[in-house]
């Protein structure tokens, strides 16, 4: 185990500079929370009471808003109690709870808006064959392997995070991450670092070069279809692009500024460190539910404001 010493307990560092503003910042940070609860229930709600809305884009959409609340789940109600609390300190156990959620939530969002451009490659470029690729069974099937596959790769990433020893407690985010307890290591993490960039690749990089070639490929499809045609198949495409560019530039954010010290841009560092966990659970149920006139319709119908 090395010289360093295991630590129960973590410490948020960065609520003691922020005690003038903790009610206003604990009223914000709980209005944006019942915002995301609210808009993705709504979302979720008018698929599953439309039976003409239980096809497999609509079920991927909803795939998104469940993955919104269970990854806002293991972030907001603990930062609304620190908000609120004087010690700021988190278990071990916790610590870790809050890493594996926040990044099943992440990497989640990758696979399921990497199957979204799939399904909308199938029913664009291949139009006749569609109800054919994309059936319920296969449907079912791409989204339970997609959540096994992180599960499993997120369940390896924390035994390797459990096994460093740790020579601190002092952790300058808003949250657990797995950045944040890795600086704390007493011993080199090369080894680990190189594993976790190769994962990195196989669950960010590889999945977005995916989707950018699928929408390469229905863009060229598109010029060749009539102005009618086409008008309806960018309108379904447009949400999913709009997300997925919206994520990959909050989780780059993310990511990017986790690696430094930035020092007097710590507040900066901070705001988009938690982007990635406020911005898309906020704007996809939005994008969709205005976007899309399935949805809206329906959504319209219940809160009794359609004819």
Not at 246 to 257: E, G, I, K, P, R
Not at 258 to 287: C, H, T, W
Request: positive net charge; contains cysteine; aromatic residues 16%.
């Amino acid at each position: 185990m090395g010289n360093g010493n295991i630590s129960f307990t973590f410490y948020l560092t960065v609520f003691k500079e922020q005690n003038q503003f903790r009610y206003f910042s604990f009223m914000i940070s709980l209005l944006v929370y019942l915002s995301i609860i609210f808009f993705n229930a709504t979302v979720l709600l008018a698929v599953f009471k439309e039976k003409s809305l239980h096809k497999p884009m609509y079920f991927l959409i909803c795939c998104l808003c469940i993955n919104a609340l269970y990854g806002t789940a293991g972030f907001f109600p603990r930062l609304l109690i620190d908000f609120l609390s004087d010690t700021h300190k988190i278990s071990r156990q916790v610590c870790f709870t809050q890493i594996f959620v926040i990044y099943t939530y992440a990497v989640s969002e990758y696979t399921i808006l990497t199957l979204m451009a799939f399904d909308r490659h199938a029913a664009i470029c291949h139009p006749l064959r569609y109800h054919n690729i994309m059936t319920p069974k296969v449907t079912s099937v791409c989204i339970a392997c997609a959540f096994l596959y992180v599960i499993s790769y997120m369940g390896l990433a924390i035994s390797f995070l459990v096994s460093i020893p740790l020579c601190g407690n002092e952790i300058e985010r808003l949250y657990c991450s797995n950045w944040s307890v890795v600086r704390l290591s007493c011993v080199n993490t090369t080894n680990k670092n190189i594993l976790g960039y190769l994962v990195t690749a196989t669950t960010v990089f590889a999945p977005a070069g995916f989707i950018i070639f699928t929408y390469v490929r229905i863009l060229i499809i598109c010029q060749k279809m009539s102005s009618e045609y086409r008008g309806k198949a960018l309108q379904t495409c447009v949400p999913h692009i709009v997300t997925f560019v919206n994520y990959s530039v909050a989780s780059f954010c993310d990511v990017a500024l986790s690696r430094y010290d930035l020092g007097k841009y710590q507040v900066v560092a901070l705001v988009f460190s938690v982007e990635f966990l406020v911005i898309p659970p906020i704007l996809n149920p939005l994008m969709y539910g205005l976007s899309l006139p399935d949805i809206r319709k329906k959504i319209l119908c219940l809160f009794h404001f359609s004819k």
